[in-house]
Structure formats: structure tokens, C-alpha cells
């Protein structure tokens, strides 16, 4: 299966371990064949040529281009996702399986406009933060509240807080309230059952942690497993049989979770409603 990549600009790390990750979870089935950059990286130094000719991945002058020479597709831009409306725009018309990659939106109304695309012309397509697959979190069950900790800021990091705690609470959001610090952030997601959930993240390279309290009792997590290697054998086995996706309904929430929460930093202590 050939594989094309979509990006905003290509050197940048998910791009750059992307290809072999997906060789060795496919059993060399599948191979990053192509791959087309919008603009040169301009964090990590190299053109998309040098990026190309460095990793054996011919370039593409265009999206159509990608597309066309592709089986399947990876919508890549993981730190830029106000870019995934204008990178899917083809992808998500061609009705080849199509990854995207996380953040999947800014907000709710930009993951639901990109989603009608891909449902208009049937193009199977789902994004994920890599942390839904950590060993750590599965079988969990009966959640009634959760304190979770992890690295960074909130634009770029909070996904990987927000989607174990979306896919743990299995419930509706109702309202998210943002308090700032030096170094840090907090962060509370209030549920429309009565639940809660906190996310706080921390300057500094910091290990994933959750605090859960089930109706069984408590759990202390640490993400210690490669979270990677699962994201890379659910793409894989995505890519076999397109069926097998995160639902929607649930990004468009975990999607209106992380808007709301931008909202809420610039009211620090006040309430937003999702």
C-alpha cells in the first residue's frame, strides 16, 4: 500500500518517524511513498527537497499530485491544525482512507465543517492524539472523576490530556474554566451528569499522569508504554480496513472541549459553556 503525506512542512518530528513507524506496524506492507509540503520547515532547517531527498520520499509538486499517486493519506501540519481545513480540502474529497493528524481542529464549527467533506463524498477519515493508546488507560471503566497532569502549553499539548479524558469520562461536556500560572496552566471540564475532570500541564519535559476514581475505587497512572507503537498498529490496521475509526461524535466533543478552553484563557476563572 502506498502511503502519501500531506503537511504544512515536513520537517518536523511526527513527518519525520512517520514513515518508519508505519513500515514496521505494517510488516512492510505499507511505505511512505510520496509526500508534499506547503511551505519549507522553518523549525527544523530543511527544505522539502532536502526533507525528501534525505528520507527516499519523492516529492510532490502538489496535493493532487499526492493523491494521485496514493493509496491511502496522512494529513500531517500536528502543531498547526488551524491548517488541516485548507490541507483536507482534496483528501477528504478523493475517498482514499485518510488520516488527520492531531490537533484535528481549533474548534467545534472547524472539526465539523472538515468532517461534512469527508462524509459528502464518503471518504473514511479519523484523527486521534497517540495517548488513546496507552496501555495504561485501557479497560478503565466507571469513571466517575479524573486529575490529569502533563507536559507544556495548552494549544499544542492540552490533546493529549483532553482525548484520555474524553474517552475515559464517556460523557457530555458542559463548560470548561481556564486558570493561568507561571509555568503552568489548570484547567476543569465540567460534565452535564455532575462529573468532573482536571487537566493541568507544566513547562517542562513531564511524564503523562492520571489520578482516576472509579465507583470501584481509585487508580494512579503513570504513561510508561509506547503509546506510538499503538497509535501506529490502529492507523495500520485503519488502513486495511477503513471501518475502523475513532467515531466523530466523539472528536467533534473532545473538538469543542479544547475550543472552549481557548476561549476560557482569555477569561481566566470565569466558566465557558461548550
Known amino acids: 500500500m502506498k502511503i502519501g503525506f500531506i503537511d504544512y512542512y515536513l520537517d518536523e518530528w511526527h513527518a519525520n518517524h512517520y514513515p518508519q ?35 527516499g520520499i519523492a516529492q510532490a509538486e502538489s496535493i493532487e499530485e499526492v493523491i494521485q499517486k496514493s493509496d491511502a493519506l496522512v494529513v500531517l501540519s500536528p502543531d498547526n491544525c488551524e491548517m488541516h481545513e485548507l ?8 475517498g482514499k482512507p485518510t488520516y488527520v493528524d492531531k490537533t484535528f481542529a481549533p474548534d467545534y464549527e472547524t472539526a465539523k465543517r472538515i468532517f461534512d467533506i469527508a462524509e459528502a463524498s464518503g471518504t473514511p477519515c ?19 472523576g479524573i486529575v490529569s497532569v502533563g507536559p507544556n502549553e495548552f494549544e499544542t499539548y492540552a490533546i493529549h490530556q483532553i482525548e484520555p479524558i474524553m474517552m475515559l469520562m464517556r460523557g457530555e461536556p458542559r463548560r470548561v474554566q481556564y486558570l493561568p500560572g507561571e509555568g503552568w496552566y489548570t484547567m476543569a471540564i465540567a460534565f452535564k451528569d455532575g462529573r468532573y475532570a482536571t487537566l493541568a500541564g507544566y513547562a517542562g519535559d513531564i511524564p503523562f499522569k492520571m489520578d482516576i476514581k472509579t ?13 506510538f507503537r499503538g497509535f501506529m498498529q490502529h492507523l495500520v490496521a485503519f488502513f486495511r480496513d477503513p471501518k475502523q475509526i475513532v467515531p466523530h461524535d466523539e472528536t467533534l466533543r473532545i473538538m469543542a472541549v479544547r475550543g472552549a478552553g481557548v476561549k476560557a484563557m482569555a477569561n481566566p476563572g470565569e466558566w465557558v459553556e461548550i
Open 21 to 55: 513507524w508505519l513500515r514496521e506496524a505494517s510488516g512492510g506492507e505499507m511505505e511512505v511513498v510520496i509526500a508534499y509540503g506547503m511551505i519549507d520547515s522553518p523549525i527544523g532547517g530543511r527544505t522539502t527537497q532536502k526533507w525528501c531527498s534525505d528520507m
Open 87 to 94: 490541507l483536507c480540502q482534496l483528501s477528504l474529497r478523493s
Open 126 to 144: 479519523y484523527s486521534t492524539s497517540a495517548l488513546r493508546y496507552a496501555e495504561e488507560y485501557q479497560g478503565i471503566q466507571n469513571v466517575r
Open 215 to 227: 465507583a470501584e475505587g481509585a487508580e494512579k497512572i503513570t504513561v510508561k508504554s509506547d503509546m
